[in-house]
Each structure stands twice: as structure tokens, then as C-alpha cells.
């Protein structure tokens, strides 16, 4: 069976580096190649392909916002990214669920082994992010059960949404409640947590992985 294959990466070097070794494997079948993520979408919709091989940065869509985009629409191809970037986009690339995640630098065998894994219904996780990954999701269970117990969910809703960069207005028409509301949570907030402002509340929150 042949392994159908959409690639993406808005580096033609890049690009056209990937259509050569991948087109030297007997079982893999390269149905269209982006430079751009609205085109990798758009070839992804039209081919159905197996796996899609997606850099993560790329102008317009990003590799991630394509891929939010195929969940949203139920599209079963697998996904790979290749990534030169930073490591915020790559824990976001696992918590979507991204079975295959390979550095741009390493070696193409490894990237074709990484496809077959992929296509397999197995996981693909570089080792430097993988120990990362789990460290990252443990402290953000830790994170989370020690705010449950400090605050009540409604001002956990306001301190994730106020980590979030929105204003006390903002939050207030969200949830429902008064501009007044929202500060008085905000105040309980900074007390229950020994905190002074909205900045020291969104480095507790993202020293914990919680926003």
C-alpha cells in the first residue's frame, strides 16, 4: 500500500530537499506540495492524504492553525511537523494531539521512519521534547489541582482569561457579570495567591503551564 503524502514548508530549499528524498521511497506517493498553509489546506482537503508533513511556521496559516482547521472539519489525515521553532509551539503541536514531531535537523532517514511510524497509528516524539512534554503536563496537573484548592472556578476563569491578556470589562461581559465583579475576583486572586498585579499572575500561571 502507498503512503499518500501532502508537504508544506514555505522554505523552496527546504521543499523541494523533502520531494527528493521522500520521492526515492517505493511506498510513498507525494499527491501535492505548499509553500503556505492556506495551500497545504487546501491540498489536504482536495487529496485526502495519508499523512501531511507540515512546517510549523509558515506564512498565513501556520502549520498548527492548519491542523486546528483538519480536526474542525473531521479530516482523518495524520500529521507531521518539522520544526525549527520554539519549544511553546511544539508542546502546543502535542496538546492538538500531533502524532509526529520531527527537528528540521535531523537526518531524512529518520524523517522517513517517523512517516511510516505516523501513517502506522504510532507516535513520533523527538527524545528532547518528549521527556519535556511529560515533565511540562505533570507540573501542569500539579498547577491545576493547587489552584483548585486555592480558588473557587470561577476565580480560576478569571485569572486564566486575565493571563489571556483580556481586560476587566472584557472578562465581565464573558462571564456575565460586573466590571466591579471582575476586579473584586481579581482582588481575592492576588490575595489568596500573595500576589501584587495582573503581570505577577500571569508569570504563576505560566511557571505552572497554565497559560
Known amino acids: 500500500m502507498r503512503i499518500r503524502l501532502v508537504l508544506a514548508d514555505d522554505h523552496p530549499i527546504v521543499l523541494d530537499g523533502l520531494v527528493q528524498v521522500l520521492s526515492l521511497e517505493p511506498d510513498f506517493e507525494i499527491v501535492a506540495t505548499a509553500r503556505d498553509g492556506e495551500r497545504a489546506l ?51 503541536a502535542i496538546r492538538l494531539g500531533v502524532p509526529g514531531v520531527m527537528l528540521k ?35 501542569q496537573e500539579a498547577g491545576n489541582k493547587q489552584l483548585a484548592r486555592a480558588l473557587t472556578p470561577r476565580e480560576l476563569q478569571v485569572a486564566q482569561m486575565t493571563a489571556r491578556g483580556m481586560h ?33 499572575l500571569v508569570r504563576y500561571l505560566q511557571s505552572r503551564g497554565l497559560a
Request: hydrophobic share 40%.
Open 168 to 200: 476587566n470589562k472584557d472578562i465581565a461581559e464573558k462571564l456575565s457579570i460586573t466590571e466591579g465583579t471582575a476586579k473584586l475576583h481579581l482582588h481575592h486572586i492576588y490575595q489568596k495567591l500573595n500576589l501584587d498585579g495582573r503581570m505577577a
Open 105 to 139: 535537523d535531523m537526518a531524512s532517514k529518520l524523517l522517513v521512519r517517523c512517516i511510516r511510524e505516523v501513517h502506522a497509528g504510532r507516535r513520533w516524539l523527538e527524545k528532547e521534547y518528549a521527556a519535556q512534554a511529560v515533565e511540562r503536563l505533570l507540573q
Open 42 to 92: 487546501e491540498a489536504v482537503r482536495r487529496h485526502r492524504p495519508d499523512v501531511a508533513v507540515l512546517d510549523i511556521r509558515m506564512p498565513g496559516k501556520d502549520g498548527l492553525a492548519v491542523i486546528r482547521e483538519m480536526s474542525r472539519e473531521k479530516i482523518p489525515t495524520r500529521t507531521v511537523v518539522l520544526t525549527a521553532a520554539g519549544q511553546e509551539e511544539v508542546f502546543e
